[in-house]
């Protein structure tokens, strides 16, 4: 079975933090992304990233960045949090286009940032 | 810009009733499509997807979806559901763009089946 973990599921953390979120895939996957997911918005593409040390914006990548030093993790960054950045984060993993190529999700990580 | 639109927030049913969730995509290429469900505190799930081929998708759970390019829809079914099934359902599709690597989700659906 294909395994996405998240390295917090709940975090909360203070306005102008640098806040790291982590996900790592035990698949061999090529595809990595991260999205936000808020209520009655659905998902959102923040990132993603399609080989090591790739990576492409998605739809919402303002105040984020992202990290891919090794092909199974995948790192989300918020140089300095802000309270509109309270969210549910998701990551995603597929073997190769995730348009075509089923995707597998992490738990998620719920950020609170106060 | 492409865009995915589930027509109902809400659908609240009783167990073993028939249920449709609703989606509309706008697109005039040729497009995959995807539903995925989320049940409480999890992560999403693929439950089916269309690629080409037949328009009846079956997927895991009981759960089908029929493309109809006419309508530009994907409509998911499932004749009888359980209480089991509540949990919230997306309708997602990519290719819109040409682009294969991502996907675009709509808003979700929330399913609540009562006893």
């Known amino acids: 079975d294909v395994k996405v973990t998240q390295s917090s599921r709940y975090l909360v953390k203070r306005t102008g933090e640098k806040v790291f979120l982590e996900c790592v895939q035990d698949?061999?996957?090529?595809?990595m992304f991260w999205y936000r997911q808020d209520p009655g918005l659905g998902l959102r593409l923040i990132y993603f990233?399609?080989?090591?040390?790739?990576?492409e914006k998605g739809d919402i990548p303002e105040g984020y960045s992202v990290s891919r030093e090794k092909k199974e993790r995948f790192s989300l960054i918020l140089e300095s949090a802000s309270t509109n950045q309270t969210s549910m984060y998701l990551c995603a993993s597929s073997l190769y286009g995730g348009g075509i190529y089923e995707q597998y999700f992490g738990p998620g990580t719920r950020l609170t940032v106060t | 810009a492409q865009s995915v639109t589930q027509l109902d927030s809400q659908v609240p049913v009783f167990e073993e009733a028939p249920v449709e969730l609703r989606c509309n995509y706008s697109s005039s290429v040729s497009v995959y499509l995807f539903w995925y469900v989320q049940y409480p505190n999890q992560g999403l799930q693929l439950l089916l997807k269309y690629l080409s081929g037949s328009t009846l998708v079956k997927g895991i759970n009981g759960f089908e979806a029929e493309f109809n390019k006419s309508q530009t829809s994907f409509h998911l079914r499932k004749p009888s559901v359980h209480i089991s099934d509540t949990a919230e359902y997306f309708c997602?599709?990519?290719?819109?763009?040409?682009?294969?690597?991502?996907?675009?989700f709509g808003k979700g659906t929330k399913l609540t089946v009562n006893p």
């Open positions: 698949m061999d996957h090529e595809n």
């Open positions: 990233s399609y080989d090591v040390k790739m990576k």
């Open positions: 997602a599709v990519s290719g819109l763009h040409g682009g294969s690597e991502k996907l675009v």
